[in-house]
């Protein structure tokens, strides 16, 4: 940790108000609602109508930076950690496809269908084109808005693709897992350049970062940009470049060592990405935000479909479990928030979750968001600036089979599914959940039940279940000798 950073707690809920305080002042508090009321206006439309920089890594480990203690080599994000927010408690969504819905939307996954598993390769379905997207808000507000990376919103249908829904431009591929340098998913090529499939050499990673510099060399200062910077590191298959490999030879586990590889190709990559800002006079005016998409990836049933061998080298320590869970590891993630002058150097324990990124950054970018169906997402640019809590309830998800909800302390994860299985966990005294006091706060859980049971009631059925029953029962037998030997109709 930096010994310069100011450790910011939350803000206590029963302090008074300044409007409390000021509530016997009616002439002076008139003034000062005029007052707010311009520097809001400022903060929309002048020095805090920033470029932004929205960086995402795929499959990270919590405790897999340099910044958390790691001996992964991250000289770039630490920086970046050092001169900003740690946010020691960001939230996503426990998968990809859903992070990533949650993020465009500013909506939990649930309201639309895409809270379970990630939309696969053979699905056809993808986020509903009557969603109002983040990069739609932003172009109406002008800024330029760009994706380079990974989108896994839906494929099968052009009317899913990036262009089609706010992105000016878009270059990386449409679904969750590729060969990071054939750029293939099933031996077939999925690497775009806008609408238009192209063939490429290179490393994912250094073509995407690669590909940022030129955005931001190509970029009229003047005019604002929203760059989504979605790296597909370091998900499966576990693949970089030798010379990243070379320094990480003392790792005998080539997982890891890959792995390891990976995610400093990765911050390198940031690193020319700041420094383009900087040579193009655009950093002191650039939000940063950075964080992964859900925890590392601890189960192989998570890993994705490409076959790993020995144990998963992800660590989310000193969280439970990774990615595809509900517990802290799969949905807790590494993150910071950087500006200039305008984010100071803090480590933040205040809670947010990745719906709240759409209308904080509307909200800085002047954006209208009357389009919007009902957020879930708040506004959390005090939580960035200087650590007030805003948020007190997260929703971790809410599907068919299971849901997990937190209000202040108290976090609840009922498993439906036979046999069922409720856990209460209280976050502040034991954030690694060891210790399931359920029978200890009967109360807290029923309250905690009864909220699960509202947002149940409240959600779509999850698009996942159709498209998995659907290409089931149509995929052909791999021989009908092995169908048979599988019945026990044919012997060995």
Sequence with gaps: MQKSAQRVQPANASSPSRRDVMAGGGAFLAAMAGLSLLAGQARAAGATRPHILYILADDLGFADVGFHGSDIRTPNLDKLAAGGAKLHQLYTQCMCTPTRAALMTGRYPLRYGLQTGVIPSGGSYGLATDEFLLPQALRQAGYTTALVGKWHLGHADQKYWPRQRGFDSFYGPL????????????????????????????????????????????????????????????????????????????????????????????????????????????????????????????????????????????????????????????????????????????????????????????????????????????????????????????????????????????????????????ELFDLDADPGETQDVSIHHPEKV????????????????????????????SSPLATPSAALYEMGLESD
Excluded: C
């Excluded at 060592?257 to 400093?264: D, K, V, W």
């Excluded at 439906?416 to 299985?421: G, N, Q, R, S, Y």
């Excluded at 905690?448 to 059925?461: C, G, I, T, Y």
């Design 175 to 422: 679904v969750g897992e590729i060969d990071h340098f054939k750029h293939e998913a099933h031996g077939v090529t999925d690497w775009y350049r806008d609408n238009k499939l192209v063939e490429e050499e290179g490393y994912d990673t250094e073509l995407f970062g690669a590909e940022a510099v030129r955005r931001i060399a190509g970029h009229d200062p003047s005019q604002p940009l929203f760059l989504y910077l979605a790296f597909t590191a370091p998900h499966t298959p576990f693949q970089a470049p030798d010379r990243f490999l070379d320094m990480y030879a003392s790792i005998e586990d080539p997982s890891r060592r890959a792995y390891a590889a990976m995610i400093t190709a990765m911050d390198e990559q940031i690193g020319d990405v700041v420094k383009a800002l900087e040579t193009h006079g655009m950093r002191e005016k650039t939000l940063i935000v950075f964080h992964s998409d859900n925890g590392g990836t601890r189960s192989k049933m998570f890993a994705g479909e490409s076959a790993v061998s020995g144990d998963l080298p992800a660590s989310n320590a000193p969280y439970r479990e990774g990615k595809g869970t509900l517990y802290e590891g799969g949905t807790r993630v590494v993150g910071l928030a950087n500006w200039p002058g305008q984010i100071p150097p803090a480590e933040v324990d205040a809670a947010l979750h990745v719906v709240d990124m759409l209308p904080t950054l509307a909200k800085l970018a002047g954006a209208d968001l009357s389009a919007s169906k009902t957020l879930d997402g708040q506004d959390v640019w005090p939580t960035l600036t200087s650590g007030s809590t805003v948020r007190t309830e997260l929703v971790y998800n809410i599907e068919p089979t299971q849901g997990a909800v937190r209000h202040g302390q108290w976090k609840l994860l009922w498993q439906a599914v036979l046999p069922p299985k409720i």
């Design 446 to 473: 029923g309250e905690l039940q009864a909220r699960v049971v509202e947002l149940a009631q409240a959600m779509a059925p999850p698009l996942f279940y159709g498209s998995a029953l659907k290409l089931t029962l």
